[in-house]
């Protein structure tokens, strides 16, 4: 693969990346530096956007998957592309943390955001954050059994209504 493919592989990743899913009214909109700053300081107490560590990494692989799986037999070389032109893209990771810090402080006041911070430095808000991966995952299997017998429930009754109104 030539390095123009490349290159508008890349950045039409990066676009994707960058602006997917971000609001329009977000662009540019003003905010006040202090509440900014208040929306900053939520974000990182709470660790908001922790998850959003793996989107990188993750495109960063599926381009790796797209050019080699053209260039098999220059998959190193490939790899080694990708993960240069990833790393530095790392940097722009702020430009992510900021827009949003920028829709904390649209949806927050400034006394909500010191509120939320100082709720996540109490030891109930560094307890929520660490037990928050066992409590989603708690919760998408209680979701689970709760579902499989609301659909067993659901067929039987109406199972039991289509016999009953003579419809099989």
């Known amino acids: 693969m030539n390095s123009k493919i490349f290159g508008k592989l890349a950045s039409s990743l ?3 990346f ?7 009214s977000s662009l540019g909109q003003e905010i006040a530096a202090d509440h900014l700053a208040a929306a900053r300081e939520a974000v990182n107490t709470s660790k908001s956007t922790g998850s959003l560590d793996i989107i990188l990494p993750q495109i960063g692989e599926q381009a ?13 070389k490939i790899a080694a592309i990708v993960d240069e032109a990833t790393l530095k893209l790392a940097a722009r990771r702020a430009n992510l943390e900021d827009e949003v810090a920028r829709i904390y402080a649209r949806i927050f006041t400034i006394d909500e955001l010191k509120q939320i911070s100082e709720f996540y430095k109490t030891e109930a808000g560094m307890k929520l954050m660490r037990e928050t991966p ?4 708690s919760i998408e299997e209680a979701a689970r059994v709760w579902s499989a017998g609301i659909q067993r429930d659901l067929q039987q009754e109406v199972a039991k209504k289509i016999q009953e109104a003579g419809l099989q």
């Open 14 to 16: 990066l676009a994707v």
């Open 18 to 24: 960058l602006w997917a899913g971000l609001p329009a």
């Open 134 to 137: 066992v409590i989603a995952r």
């Open 64 to 76: 790796k998957q797209t050019l080699i799986a053209n260039r098999p037999d220059e998959a190193d």
